[in-house]
């Protein structure tokens, strides 16, 4: 089987084995996937979890679910409505049936267009790199340091653009949904108010493998401009119970129990500044001049955390009853990784 994999490499992203029939197709650094992708045997089906942002990287996608199973794909999931899992859809139309929650598909049918229309402006006035330019969107904090996932981002973005066609969910569920193979079944579990208002998680039960989406990340600072912390930790422990051995989160390699851990501190962390700094009555202008913990200065998106450290600071004044300042930071609305 390494040999198989060995020759369907794609430079976007790589592929790993984590079980008979399970594999984590994972973000190639200067690729145009941008965000991690599973590929699953169901037996009679072949399944893949999210779909990249580029059509280019899910036509690789595509092609090394075919060569790892002998089969077409006919199951697609997407775990969340943001562009980096799923604008790489319509790699796998007409013939593979696309499955979301409820509230992803109604996400993606109202924000889709206006997205694409966002990213669309802005690659027009501003050169690919200026799309996640860290001069232009980056933290003031010197210890932040901007990486390949930015421009890799801004380029995928591009590249995009010019192919890109959406293609939506045409199967929804509500909370959970079982999917039954010849010799494998798997679970969606739909959350709401984690990493956006509605992700799914695919749960393996067999081989106690969870696909997270974007509820975790990998030594990366999340993206948190949609979610409820405090919800996102309680999803988290949700996920923790059905003690899975192996996570593969949207961003980031494949990873142990520990990167829910890891995750867990990272929130908890951020709802205890914005705590603190709502309990000494500092202004939310603050926020920017607060240093990157050093915990996480190794991570990528370094850029994220003062948007993260916002996020939090205002959900938690509004459920105190506070009057914030809301006013957003000169930061892009819709970058997502």
């Known amino acids: 089987m390494s040999s198989i994999i060995q020759m369907i490499s794609s430079k976007h992203f790589q592929v790993e084995q984590l079980a008979d029939g399970v594999y984590a197709s994972v973000h190639r650094p200067g690729g145009l996937s941008i965000g991690n992708a599973c590929i699953i045997d169901l037996g009679d089906q072949t399944l893949v979890f999210d779909t990249f942002l580029t059509p280019q990287a899910a036509i690789d996608l595509n092609l090394a679910a075919e060569a790892l199973t002998d089969k077409p794909v006919t199951l697609v999931v997407n775990s969340h409505h943001h562009s980096d899992h799923t604008w790489g859809n319509q790699a796998f139309a007409p013939e593979a049936d696309v499955i979301a929650s409820e509230g992803t598909r109604k996400l993606l049918v109202s924000c889709s267009v206006e997205d694409y229309r966002w990213f669309k402006d802005s690659a027009s006035d ?168 050093a915990a996480y200065q190794s991570w990528q998106l370094g850029i994220n955390y003062s948007k993260n450290l916002h996020r939090a600071y205002t959900v938690s004044a509004r459920a105190r009853g506070l009057l914030v300042d809301d006013q957003k930071q000169e930061l892009p609305d819709r970058l997502f990784i």
């Open 126 to 293: 501003h050169s690919p790199a200026g799309i996640y330019n860290p001069a232009r969107w980056g933290s003031s904090d010197p210890q932040v340091d901007e990486t390949d996932l930015q421009t890799s981002f801004s380029h995928a973005i591009t590249e995009a653009l010019p192919r890109l066609r959406f293609r939506y969910p045409n199967l929804t569920f509500g909370t959970n949904l079982e999917l039954h193979g010849s010799t494998r079944s798997v679970e969606l579990l739909s959350f709401a108010g984690g990493h956006t208002l509605s992700d799914t998680v695919l749960w393996i039960p067999g081989e106690r493998i969870l696909a997270a989406g974007d509820l975790l990340y990998n030594q990366v600072h999340p993206y948190l401009q949609e979610a409820l912390p405090l919800q996102t930790l309680a999803i988290l422990q949700e996920i923790e119970k059905l003690e899975p051995h192996i996570l593969i989160p949207g961003h980031g390699l494949p990873g142990g129990i520990d990167l829910i851990h890891t995750m867990q501190g990272y929130l908890s962390r951020l709802i205890d500044r914005a705590d603190d700094m709502l309990e000494k009555e500092q202004l939310v202008s603050a926020v920017q001049k607060t240093r990157l913990p």
